[in-house]
């Protein structure tokens, strides 16, 4: 590393305005004056904080003061013991609900972020959640979801910000335990502003682009990727429109930008009726933060004419922002939208931005089956990744829509069944958290989506499988004669050299259990499914692993009646991933070619 000390007048300079400004309530940090500002760089010019150059031994709240400025700990002290986890001699100790806080502002933004953790000791499982701030500590962003730190060795989570100008960072220890954490050497990126020169318009007519469903998903446009909900590319003679195409939406339907331009003064887009649809009314959002948060632009519209009229929003944002239009009034009534135009910014940024932590992505290997994520705008569609699996979960449901895994036998070792039925903490705040007596005599078991069995190379990965978003209400017979024997069989196939992608859940309402029927259970927080489904794909082992699928790889397609009169054979309920698809709206597989995906989608299992 080495020491960067040309901007050292413009950090001076900042700190004036810094030390006039006052922390919100909800911020541990308080006011403090800087000398100087000598930012650790790395050889490729990240900011550095390796935690070495400093000392503080105690959990009292109190400042530590770096070569590059103060930070701010509570609950949380600089550690160099041998159960502290750690690079060289020191890193971060956290108890409780601990939080550290840098005390400065980067200048340059933020455009990726990575650090270490690792448990302390011996200590239980624990987590934590990476914030930011752009108006120095007034109020704070959460970036992603809340990461599990699970193992006693340092990893690595890789947060994509994608913020400009003047930014600070704090790590909030997310479970209030006792059991203690590690954080060490964060490297963060910059993301210097490229606004130079004559600004540019962004006009996106929805022309090169197709979606033919109102189930959600995303469209690559040429301005860039949007993510379609209760909306499609409609090009039918009732559809408004200046070329063949336009985005038709209807009930509370979304259409948004997955990606962030730099800048912005106005934004214009056409709108109409569809047919002779009755009126609707809607309104432009915008988010700062790549989609975590979202704030109303102007006033709400109302759709009313059969012909293409313009509305235009005057705005001034200068550094990242994107958009959506969000429908919000239901009824089947339909509108069309055209012509989106962005004035006065620069050309879309690389990356998806959101937010969200680089973890499990092997799960999504093969595609993102409802394009969920992780948004609480989208609460009956949201992204939860684990390290273990990923999946889509329904707030209103109180279960997952689907849940999606990688197996092969690196996943699986010597760790015994857990039984650790537990509350998932990581749900958003004021969402209803399923608990693990929820399901008491229901009649109904708790039945894990990703089983237990298929995590057995840690008691971390199999503890991670009873959390109660990877449950759902099965009939006791379901979950333990077709369900239970489908799984094992799974399993069975690792041992002829191959790897698997599955991905399962419920759909429909009221099941058939030991107590009778039931369509909802834990006093309405959670929805009974009707069928319990599941979608594997096999390949042998390999790399590239997409590419490695052909015609003729074996898919098995298992739709069952969530019922206590079924049979015991899960063959007796094979079907097509083409007749799931039809019953849940999801898209499999969608990452495969679409010449191999229809082959494969079409056909029963034959073995």
Same mark, same amino acid.
């Given at each position: 590393?080495?020491?960067?000390? &040309? ?8 700190? &004036? ?9 909800? $911020? ?7 000398? $100087? ?25 109190? $400042? ?40 400065? =502002? ?232 055209? =012509? ?67 197996? =092969? ?94 991905? #399962? ?24 499914? #009707? ?77």
């Amino acid at each position: 590393m080495k020491k960067f000390t &040309l901007l050292k007048c413009v950090f001076a300079i900042q700190a &004036l305005f810094f030390m006039s400004c006052e922390p919100d309530q909800g $911020s541990l940090l308080p006011k403090t004056s800087f000398e $100087s500002y000598d930012f650790v760089l790395t050889a490729e010019g990240k900011y550095a904080e390796d935690f070495e150059n400093a000392s503080k031994t105690s959990y009292a709240g109190g $400042s530590v003061a770096f070569s590059d400025g103060n930070w701010y700990f509570e609950d949380a002290l600089i550690g160099s013991l041998s159960g502290d986890a750690k690079n060289g001699s020191q890193s971060v100790r956290m108890r409780n609900n601990g939080v550290i806080t840098m005390g400065f =502002d980067l200048p340059e933004g933020i455009k990726t972020l990575s650090l270490q953790h690792a448990k302390y000791n011996r200590d239980a499982q624990t987590s934590f959640e990476l914030y930011y701030s752009t108006d120095a500590g007034a109020t704070w962003i959460r970036s992603g979801s809340a990461v599990q730190v699970k193992k006693t060795r340092l990893e690595t989570s890789i947060f994509t910000i994608n913020v400009k100008g003047q930014v600070r960072i704090e790590i909030r220890k997310t479970d209030g335990k006792s059991d203690r954490l590690n954080i060490d050497d964060i490297i963060i990126e910059p993301n210097p502003s490229t606004q130079t020169g004559t600004l540019v318009d962004i006009n996106e007519d929805y022309e090169l682009g197709s979606k033919g469903s109102y189930a959600a998903g995303t469209v690559a446009f040429p301005s860039g990727t949007w993510y379609l909900e209760e909306a499609l590319v409609g090009s039918l003679d009732n559809d408004r429109k200046t070329g063949l195409k336009s985005v038709r939406i209807r009930d509370y339907g979304i259409l948004q930008m997955n990606y962030d331009v730099m800048g912005a003064q106005s934004v214009s887009l056409s709108h109409a009726l569809y047919g002779t649809d009755a009126s609707s009314s809607w309104e432009l959002q915008a988010s700062t933060n790549g989609g975590t948060n979202w704030a109303r632009i102007g006033d709400i519209i109302t759709t009313s004419s059969i012909n293409l009229e313009t509305a235009t929003f005057s705005v001034d944002f200068t550094g990242s922002v994107r958009f959506r239009v969000v429908k919000l009034s239901g009824s089947g009534d339909r509108i069309n939208i055209d =012509d989106f135009i962005i004035g006065g910014t620069s050309e879309p940024e690389t990356g998806t931005g959101g937010g969200s932590p680089a973890l499990g992505e092997v799960h999504l290997t093969m595609g993102n089956p409802s394009a969920a994520i992780s948004d609480i705008n989208m609460p009956n569609n949201y992204l939860l990744q684990k390290e273990e699996y990923i999946m889509s979960y329904s707030r209103d449901r109180g279960t997952a829509n689907w849940v999606s895994w990688h197996l =092969d036998e690196a996943w699986l070792g010597s760790a015994s069944r857990q039984n650790d039925f537990r509350e998932d903490t990581t749900l958003p705040s004021g969402w209803y958290h399923v608990n693990e007596t929820d399901y008491q005599y229901s009649g109904f078991d708790r039945g894990h989506v990703c089983p237990s069995a298929d995590r057995t190379l840690s008691v971390d990965d199999n503890s991670n499988t009873f959390f109660m978003t990877n449950m759902m209400p099965q009939a006791p017979n379901n979950n333990r004669l077709g369900w239970a024997s489908l799984e094992s069989y799974c399993r069975s196939l690792l041992n002829g050299g191959y790897e698997i992608y599955i991905i #399962s859940g419920g759909y429909g309402i009221g099941g058939d259990g030991s107590a009778g029927y039931a369509e909802v259970i834990a006093n309405g927080n959670v929805t009974v499914p #009707s069928n319990t489904w599941k979608v594997i794909m096999i390949i042998p082992d390999g790399n590239d692993d997409v590419n490695r699928v052909n015609t003729n790889t074996r898919v098995i397609a298992v739709d069952m009646p969530n019922s206590q009169n079924i049979f015991s054979d899960w063959r007796q309920y094979k079907t097509t991933v083409d007749n799931i698809e039809a019953l849940t709206g999801y898209d499999f597989f969608d990452l495969v070619p679409d010449n191999i995906e229809n082959v494969i989608e079409a056909n029963v299992d034959a073995i």
